[in-house]
């Protein structure tokens, strides 16, 4: 049974970390003051306001969404039925939930207020009142190219190869483990093993071009995989499927990454500690204590950046 707390439990995952690097400020917001402000009473309105902030997607974000949703139920209609779609009617699919987001975020506005978890809100259109004309080509653009890119890619050519020799883990799931006390979050796109080769193989899908942070992320998943299923990094292969280009890269990971990671965890986890008031209740430090960073282009694509301004 869902309980209300008066703090949200600490727990660690590699976006809380980055969000926590790139602005305290935003941390306490995405972290702590947006906590039950998805509560429709006992709840102060201020709680309320920054949880609907919360929710708010830019388009970058709500395409990635879309697409990988789509992706996880074309994977799971084909393993049901044998049967792929087809670009045009992944397409159509996409646009259909693009257009309703657009619908929410323009004449459903009251009833995201109100459940702001249940209807859409597109950062552009709260912040701008409009989608920028040239941002909706280039994502249409994009559509046509990332499916493609998709059915033709090695993963899902692999998935229809060998459909019976892969054991397919469950995708888009939230995961978590145990690292020295601390709950921490993993989200994998998709994993599975292969029988034939004995490897377990992981696949993250990405709708935007490479980053520097991409090795750190799937350095997780693989230390994830290691304790998970006491296997050796020998056994386990990691792939980025960059669906915009069509580029497939691959990940070899050491004992060295392995330590590396579990170095990012530890030092994140005691700058995160330098925000709780109390470690047993997790009660964050004041609101005053959560610094706005000093670097001003985090803000300009930031969901609370209307409250910054305000104080």
Request: aromatic share 16%.
């Amino acid at each position: 049974m869902f309980e209300i707390t008066p703090y949200p439990s600490f727990s660690w995952s590699l976006s809380r970390h980055k969000t926590l690097t790139s602005c305290a400020r935003k941390y306490g917001y995405e972290y702590y003051f947006s906590h039950n402000g998805w509560l429709s009473y006992n709840v102060e309105p201020y709680h309320q306001h920054v949880y609907r902030l919360k929710k708010l997607q830019s388009m970058p974000i709500l395409f990635g969404q879309i697409v990988h949703h789509l992706i996880e139920q074309s994977i799971n209609d084909y393993l049901q039925t044998g049967k792929a779609p087809t670009v045009a009617e992944l397409v159509n699919r996409a646009r259909g939930q693009l257009n309703a987001a657009f619908i929410d975020s323009t004449r459903h506005v009251d009833l995201w207020r109100h459940k702001p978890n249940k209807f859409y809100m597109m950062q552009e259109i709260y912040y701008e009142g409009k989608l920028n004309p040239e941002l909706v080509q280039d994502y249409k653009e994009r559509m046509s190219a990332v499916f493609d890119n998709f059915l033709n890619s090695e993963t899902f050519q692999q998935i229809t190869a060998q459909k019976g020799s892969l054991r397919i883990g469950e995708p888009e799931q939230f995961r978590s483990m145990k690292i020295e006390g601390i709950q921490v979050f993993v989200v994998m796109d998709f994993h599975y093993y292969d029988e034939i080769a004995d490897k377990w193989i992981i696949i993250d899908w990405k709708t935007g071009g490479e980053s520097d942070d991409d090795r750190q992320q799937l350095a997780l998943y693989a230390y994830y995989i290691q304790q998970k299923y006491r296997v050796s990094l020998d056994q386990i292969d990691v792939y980025n499927e960059y669906l915009l280009t069509g580029k497939r890269k691959k990940y070899a990971f050491t004992a060295f990454d392995m330590d590396n990671i579990l170095h990012t965890f530890q030092r994140s986890v005691l700058e995160m500690k330098k925000y709780q008031a109390d470690i047993f209740s997790n009660e964050p430090v004041d609101f005053e204590d959560f610094e706005q960073t000093t670097e001003k282009w985090h803000c300009k694509g930031c969901n609370f950046k209307e409250l910054c301004v305000q104080n």
